[in-house]
């Protein structure tokens, strides 16, 4: 069973950075693609991005495109996400997910099996 932890979430103003970092355990990380989603108070859990196995695929949120970064280290067995030029709307708890399946990518929900406990970010206005 992997394991998936969260870090680098915390209150940024409007405009400003985070990098979060996931990191996954288990021997078999770089065999399967992973994913960003967001939950914001009071709405469903939405996906943000999905990065392939060996990273050579990357899909955005339209609302993120052009903002987010999504890549991943295979070697140290953690997915990162850059955001740049947060806005309030991208308040949310973040979580990281692993795939089900090794070998496929997509950016479903559904797809995904694993998830970290999520953390936190706060862009205030």
């Known amino acids: 069973q992997v394991q998936l932890v969260e870090s680098g979430g915390g209150l940024v103003q409007a405009g400003g950075s985070l990098r979060l970092t996931c990191a996954a355990s288990g021997r078999t990380f770089s065999n399967y693609a992973m994913g960003w989603f967001r939950q914001a108070p009071g709405k469903e859990r939405e996906f943000v991005a999905a990065?392939?196995?060996?990273?050579?695929?990357?899909y955005y949120a339209d609302s993120v495109k052009g903002r987010f970064t999504i890549s991943r280290d295979n070697t140290k067995n953690t997915v990162y996400l850059q955001m740049n030029s947060l806005k309030p709307e991208d308040t949310a708890v973040y979580y990281c997910?692993?795939?089900?399946?090794?070998?496929?990518?997509?950016?479903?929900?559904?797809?995904?099996?694993?998830w970290g406990q999520g953390t936190q970010v706060t862009v205030s206005s």
């Open positions: 990065i392939s196995w060996s990273g050579g695929n990357t």
């Open positions: 997910a692993r795939h089900t399946t090794a070998g496929l990518y997509s950016y479903y929900e559904r797809d995904f099996g694993s």
